[in-house]
């Protein structure tokens, strides 16, 4: 008979695909055990009745219960938490009290947040954040995206995601994928309706994102603009005042021109820059030639610029090349990052992400844990 020690000890390794955390954690084990011929019957409680993932949860647990000793055969029962239980698990994941707010803010918060903005659509911002938030992901960090674009969302389509969130009571649950949870007001949206709000309800959606989606302990979140200097660009410095600004542009001179604004809006809501980011900056031909399809030095006159409005250094990160290959990923829903890592493009993706990991993080109002005898 299998031991069931050994069969708690195979369901740690089962992750929850929405929370990422073990199901042992998340009490969602409600009871195994095996009977003298090796047959295991194992009781899982979903979050709720309709969890998308529920078929995920099972082929896992079966599979990692399966290479038990002794195990024969696995029968695994779904049931539903109980009002109780979900509290009791909210407030595991949110903490005592189950208290809502922004977690980003909070003093003990290591995660940087980058707000991915440009002046003008068209330059490229929404491909590279994704590329950016799964070239982190690939590294083994915990990376989120929000969709903060919500008139022209276009995240859930580069990063492939077809499924909605699970609503759990007031919390809800981004989708993962690639390694990365995503939410973007698509998401709830049928088909491609167009979503017409002005700025009032456009705050609310960001700030709903920011406090019910629970994205639990990230390393990097990532937060698509709309173009320009409007309302969700205030809202952002408003919600998430230590979110630092990573500008793209191309390298066109009028592009970076109207860029430096939207880099800018940090002398006025105290912001920091990240960075910047010059896309589709050169076309390698056959012969290795590259040509210049948009000029050049737009990005580092950006740069130059940003520093010197600022009055801080504003480093140009990197230069990603026009390549067919960065389309075919947005348009299939893997990022060139995944799909082709070789190339030029995906290399110099790889050197910015790694440029951002590497950035300290802030201590500012972090208890050390240090007294003076």
């Known amino acids: 008979m299998p031991e069931e020690s050994l069969l708690r000890a195979a369901l740690d390794r089962v992750i929850d695909p929405e929370l990422r955390r073990p199901i042992t954690e998340l009490g969602m084990v409600e009871s195994v055990h095996a009977d003298a011929a090796g047959t295991v019957d194992l009781a899982v409680l979903l979050t709720i009745a309709g969890c998308p993932l529920r078929e995920t949860i099972t082929a896992d647990a079966t599979a990692e219960l399966s290479v038990v000793p002794g195990v024969t055969a696995v029968n695994v029962t779904l049931k539903v938490m109980s009002t109780e239980q979900r509290e009791q698990l909210k407030e595991m994941l949110r903490g005592p009290g189950g208290q809502r707010g922004i977690p980003f803010n909070e003093p003990n918060s290591l995660t940087k947040v980058y707000a991915v903005a440009s002046g003008k659509g068209g330059v490229g911002k929404s491909s590279v954040t994704v590329n950016l938030a799964c070239a982190l992901a690939a590294q083994g960090l915990r990376v989120g995206i929000v969709d903060a674009d919500v008139h022209g969302f276009s995240v859930p389509s580069l990063m492939g995601i077809t499924q909605a969130p699970t609503r759990m009571d007031d919390m809800i649950l981004p989708p993962v994928a690639h390694g ?99 896309n589709m900056s ?40 026009l390549q067919v290959s960065l389309r075919e990923g947005a348009d299939s829903g893997m990022p060139v990052v995944l799909s082709q890592p070789a190339t030029a493009a995906a290399r110099e993706l790889e050197k910015i992400a790694a440029s951002l990991a590497a950035q300290p993080r802030g201590l500012s109002g972090r208890s050390l844990g240090v007294s003076v005898k």
Request: glycine share 12%; charged share 15%.
């Open 180 to 278: 990365v949870k995503v939410i973007s007001i698509g998401m709830f949206v049928d088909g491609n309706q167009p979503v017409a709000w002005r700025g009032p309800m456009l705050h609310r959606a960001l700030e709903q994102f920011l406090t019910d989606v629970y994205f639990g302990d990230l390393d990097a979140l990532f937060l698509d603009l709309p173009p320009g200097t409007g309302d969700i660009a205030i809202s952002v410095a408003q919600l998430l005042p230590k979110a630092k600004i990573l500008v793209v542009t191309t390298p066109q001179s009028a592009a970076a021109e109207v860029a430096e604004r939207a880099g800018s809006i940090a002398t006025q809501t105290g912001q920091s820059l990240a960075g910047v980011v010059e």
């Open 282 to 321: 050169y076309l390698e031909l056959e012969d290795g030639q590259k040509l210049e399809v948009f000029g050049n030095g737009g990005g580092e006159s950006l740069a130059a610029r940003l520093s010197a409005s600022t009055g801080t250094q504003v480093p140009l990160l990197g230069k990603i090349p």
